[in-house]
């Protein structure tokens, strides 16, 4: 029955249904999963009650965005081919049974159940929920296909708008002990659980064959950097256009990631010493408004992009988010409005990139396994994971060990994140359209249609 219920026939939309209902069964999904992003609320308790250091409180993100990146990539074929619902229950079942698992790491003071529990596990849920409904929204809506996975991956971001003081009110109902930090993980774990099932029940695919009334394909089709042809996933990853497309996803995430994975003790470290410092609440809002930022520049620049092209909206993420870490760089601690403002729109194109990705790679490789296309260059996420907390982490810890404080903890990474952010723009310069030996046959996209 359960079998039957997950199976991607039947999830197939009858005549009637809206597909306004998406989105929010997406948003159900991604807003749960997004948690993530709120992970740096948990790295002072942690430090402080189990006696780690920065870089490894920072362990069980860092791997968890690593999962969601291999998943993605090894099981964004399974995605296409079982449907969205299939794939919003394992996401559901792995990102709870993570939190679950990282209770008992708490309660038992035992660091290796948490880095397992809410990084492996849990990471595979990220993974599988974060693809889960992206090629369902673009069949849904080609008519705006940014404005449309906009939506739904601003649940990601905004995940932690909620998160964030959820987990710092429980933390300080509970106490920032192992049993207080138990608590609160095994509180998430079945509240996510509960509301992740509205999407597994909600989802639906459209029927063959649908398209939005008044929809003109052709027309849709007309500009030079969007393909009307399609490209298989393993032909996509033989172009240098996803290469080039892996590298700009790379280094912009890493420029985000940096800052959003240390945002509560970085804004705490950067003030420290001054007349304006900064207290665990105002860090923790702080957090709240970056995720509010990123959840927003989601919706919004990958909305403009339907308008302006992605190659041009990708030259602003990329061109003014470097300059603006050149800002935070040379502004130091003299102004706390201009370290907030420049974060929060470097955020905001953190997030939109995101979200922008799945049209440009449609625009690049069609329709045909785009979600399985979207899964593989996930993995340039899974590498950012790693090097944009490894670079802000590791600089810092030793900047303090060198007895540095305040900016000088973190200018120095700042400083290489613009590089980072210059060399995305050169490649996100040289993406052209792709070479038609790349193309799937005519008559083989015809007999698969017929197949579904």
Not at 362 to 391: C, E, N
């Amino acid at each position: 029955m359960a079998v039957t219920f997950l199976d991607r026939s039947h999830s197939i939309a009858p005549p009637d249904w809206s597909r306004w209902l998406i989105p929010p069964a997406a948003l159900s999904v991604h807003l749960a999963i997004g948690q993530a992003y709120a992970w740096s609320v948990f790295k002072p308790p942690l430090e402080k009650a189990l006696g780690l250091s920065g870089t490894l409180s920072a362990l069980p993100f860092q791997l968890g965005i690593v999962m969601l990146g291999l998943s993605a990539a090894f099981g964004g074929t399974l995605v296409e081919r079982n449907g969205p619902r299939w794939a919003m229950f394992v996401s559901m079942t792995c990102f709870s049974t993570g939190f679950l698992v990282s209770a008992l790491g708490a309660f038992t003071s035992q660091y290796w159940l948490v880095v397992l529990g809410y990084g492996l596990i849990g990471g595979v849920g990220l993974g599988i929920g974060y693809i889960s409904p992206v090629s369902t929204l673009m069949k849904w809506f080609p008519d705006r296909p940014g404005m449309a996975t906009g939506i739904a991956i601003m649940g990601f971001g905004g995940g932690a708008l909620i998160a964030s003081p959820w987990s710092s009110q429980m933390l300080e109902s509970f106490g920032s002990t192992p049993s207080g930090i138990g608590t609160s993980f095994l509180i998430h774990g079945v509240v996510y659980a509960v509301f992740m099932s509205l999407g597994v029940f909600l989802v639906r695919v459209p029927a063959e064959g649908w398209k939005p009334k008044g929809w003109d394909p052709a027309a849709a089709k007309a500009r030079s950097m969007i393909t009307t042809a399609n490209v298989s996933a393993a032909n996509a990853i033989k172009t240098p256009q996803f290469w080039c497309l892996w590298v700009v996803l790379c280094f912009n995430v890493t420029a985000g990631i940096g800052i959003l994975e240390k945002a509560s003790p970085m804004i705490t470290d950067f003030f420290r010493g001054t007349s304006v410092p900064v207290g665990a609440t105002a860090a923790a809002g702080f957090v709240a408004l970056l995720s509010l930022t990123n959840m927003l520049g989601r919706f919004v620049w990958s909305s403009t992009s339907d308008i302006v092209g992605r190659k041009n909206i990708y030259r602003c993420y990329l061109g003014v988010g470097a300059l603006l870490y050149l800002v935070i760089a040379l502004a130091g601690n003299s102004s706390k409005v201009v370290f907030i403002l420049a974060a929060m729109v470097i955020l905001s194109f953190y997030g939109a990139g995101f979200a922008t990705i799945p049209a440009y790679l449609k625009d690049m490789f069609g329709t045909y396994q785009v979600g399985a296309i979207h899964g593989r260059l996930l993995t340039a996420w899974s590498v950012a994971g790693v090097l944009g907390p490894l670079i802000v982490n590791a600089i810092a810890d030793s900047q303090k060990r060198a007895g540095k404080q305040g900016p000088d903890l973190y200018t120095t990474s700042f400083y290489i994140m613009i590089a980072l952010l210059v060399v995305g723009f050169i490649a996100n310069e040289l993406v052209r359209p792709v070479n038609a030996k790349y193309h799937e046959p005519e008559s083989a996209d015809a007999a698969r249609e017929e197949a579904k």
